[in-house]
């Protein structure tokens, strides 16, 4: 991993086991929560050419996101603003901000609003 490609911002959280794989940039932002034995992968291989040339690419978590245990967020994705990733699931697609998402591939299952 490349720690110099690893932002986190102010008050987050990363819980045990947690793979932050910064091949490619991944950006954390404040408040947000990365559970035990998430997989944040920034890199992947381009498939479709022989050679399989390494692909870096960047992972945005927004402020106030949880991404929960065993979740899985895959290169290029961005997870806005105070969304949800529930556990185990498969995040390979941008999650728009407040929604919940779950399943493989992860699928809208909620929206989150903070009570009072």
Not at 38 to 44: P, S, Y
Not at 82 to 109: E, L, S, Y
Request: proline fraction near 7%; charge should be neutral; glycine fraction near 12%.
């Amino acid at each position: 991993m490349m720690p110099w490609n690893l932002e986190i911002g102010d008050e987050s959280a990363v819980g045990e086991a947690a793979l932050l794989y910064s091949l490619g940039p991944i950006r954390i932002g404040s408040r947000a929560t990365i559970s035990q034995r998430a997989h944040l992968c920034a890199a992947t291989h381009d498939f479709r050419k022989r050679d399989l040339p390494l692909v870096r690419l960047p992972i945005e978590i927004g402020d106030e996101v949880w991404v929960c245990a065993d979740a899985f967020v895959g290169p290029g994705v961005t997870i806005g603003h105070g969304a949800v990733a529930g556990a185990r699931a498969v995040v390979v697609k941008d999650v728009a901000p407040w929604t919940v998402v779950g399943g493989n591939p992860a699928k809208q299952i909620g929206t989150r609003t903070i009570e009072p």
